[in-house]
C-alpha cells in the first residue's frame, strides 16, 4: 500500500510539474505579436483585425500589431506566411475565400489550407447577400429571377468581387436551382461592384454583407436574400436563401485565426482562450456589427471542422459549375 501511494504522490508530482511547465511555457508570449491580414487597410479585414488587436494588447500583455500583406486575394499573405516562426510571434488572419474558395479554384495557389496551417480560433461569422439596385424593378428573389428569365441580357447578370470566389458559386446555385442561366460579371473588389450597383450599371450583385446596410437604410440597396441559418438582426425582413428553398446556401462565411504549422499545442491554446474571450467583449460587437460581421467564439477544432466542412460544400459546386481553375 506504501509502494503504490509512493507511486501515486510521484505521478501527481510529475503531472503537476508538467503542468506548470505547460502553463509556463504558454504564458511566455513574444513581444510583439503581428496579426498577418491578406488585404489592404481600410476593408473590413483590416478593420476586424484592428478590433481584435486592440483589446489582445491588454488581455496578453505583449504589443499586437496589423502587418497588411495585400496581393491576389490573399495569396501573398497566405504564401508567406508558411515560413512564419512557430512561437506565436505572427498569427494569420483568415477568411475561408483564402482558406477553401482560392485553393480550389486557382492553380497557383502553393498552400494547403489543411496541412500547412494550425488552426487557433474562430472570431468572426459574416454572410453573403443577393442584392439589387434600386432601378431595378423587383423586391423578392422570386421576382428578379423572373425579370432575368424575361429579359436575360438586361438582367441575366450579376457582380461578383472577384471571379471564382465564392458569390460566383452562390449566383450559379440560386440560377440552377431556378433553372435559368445567371452571368458572373467579376469585379476587382467589392468597393467598384458597390459603386456599379449604386449607379444602376449592373442590375444585381453578389457579395459579403460588409458596409451595405446604409444603402439599404436609404433604399439604394435591396437585399433579396442572404446566407447563413437565420435572418440577421441588421436585415430582419430579408429571408434567408435556405427559406427560400436553397437548402444549398446556409454556410456562413467565417474568419479565424491560424498559426504555423507545428506551433506547440500549448501556446495554441493559450492562444485560442485569449480570442475567445476578446470576442465575448460587448465593444468587439460594437465594433463589428457595423461593418457586417458577428464576432464569435470558436476554439481551434470548430476552426478545423468550419474549413473541412467548406473544402467539402464548395468542391463539388465548383466541379459541376464547370469552373476551369485560373
Not at 453578389?206 to 433579396?224: C, N, R
Request: aromatic letters at 8%; one cysteine or more; proline letters at 8%.
Amino acid at each position: 500500500m506504501k509502494a503504490k501511494n509512493s507511486i501515486l504522490k510521484l505521478a501527481c508530482a510529475g503531472l503537476f510539474a508538467l503542468g506548470g511547465a505547460l502553463t509556463a511555457h504558454a504564458a511566455d508570449l513574444p513581444d510583439p505579436i503581428r496579426l498577418v491580414v491578406g488585404y489592404p487597410p481600410g476593408g473590413t479585414a483590416d478593420a476586424v483585425a484592428r478590433a481584435y488587436a486592440e483589446r489582445l494588447r491588454t488581455e496578453l500583455g505583449v504589443a499586437v500589431v496589423v502587418d497588411n500583406r495585400a496581393g491576389a486575394g490573399g495569396q501573398v499573405a497566405a504564401q508567406g506566411f508558411m515560413q512564419a516562426p512557430k512561437n506565436g510571434s505572427a498569427l494569420l488572419v483568415a477568411n475561408n475565400h483564402m482558406m477553401s474558395t482560392l485553393p480550389l479554384t486557382v492553380e497557383s495557389v502553393a498552400y494547403d489550407p489543411v496541412k500547412d496551417f494550425t488552426p487557433v480560433a474562430v472570431i468572426a461569422q459574416f454572410e453573403h447577400i443577393f442584392s439589387v439596385g434600386k432601378g431595378t424593378p423587383a423586391n423578392t428573389l422570386d421576382e428578379y429571377l423572373a425579370l432575368a428569365r424575361k429579359e436575360p441580357a438586361k438582367y441575366g447578370m450579376f457582380g461578383i468581387p472577384a471571379p471564382g470566389s465564392a458569390p460566383q458559386f452562390i449566383g450559379y446555385t440560386v440560377g440552377k436551382e431556378a433553372g435559368i442561366k445567371l452571368t458572373p460579371v467579376p469585379y476587382r473588389g467589392g468597393a467598384p461592384l458597390l459603386t456599379d450597383l449604386l449607379g444602376q450599371h449592373i442590375p444585381a450583385a453578389v457579395d459579403a454583407i460588409g458596409t451595405i446596410t446604409e444603402y439599404v437604410a436609404t433604399g439604394d440597396v435591396k437585399v433579396l436574400a442572404v446566407t447563413g441559418p437565420q435572418r440577421l438582426d441588421i436585415l430582419k425582413d430579408v429571408p434567408t436563401f435556405r427559406e427560400l428553398g436553397y437548402d444549398k446556401l446556409d454556410a456562413s462565411g467565417w474568419m479565424g485565426i491560424f498559426a504555423p504549422q507545428g506551433m506547440d499545442p500549448a501556446l495554441v491554446q493559450r492562444l485560442e482562450s485569449a480570442f475567445n474571450k476578446v470576442g465575448a467583449d460587448p465593444a468587439i460587437r460594437d465594433a463589428l456589427v457595423p461593418i457586417g460581421f458577428m464576432p464569435q467564439s470558436g476554439t481551434a477544432t470548430e476552426l478545423a471542422d468550419a474549413l473541412v466542412n467548406d473544402l467539402n460544400t464548395w468542391r463539388p459546386i465548383i466541379e459541376e459549375s464547370g469552373y476551369v481553375a485560373q
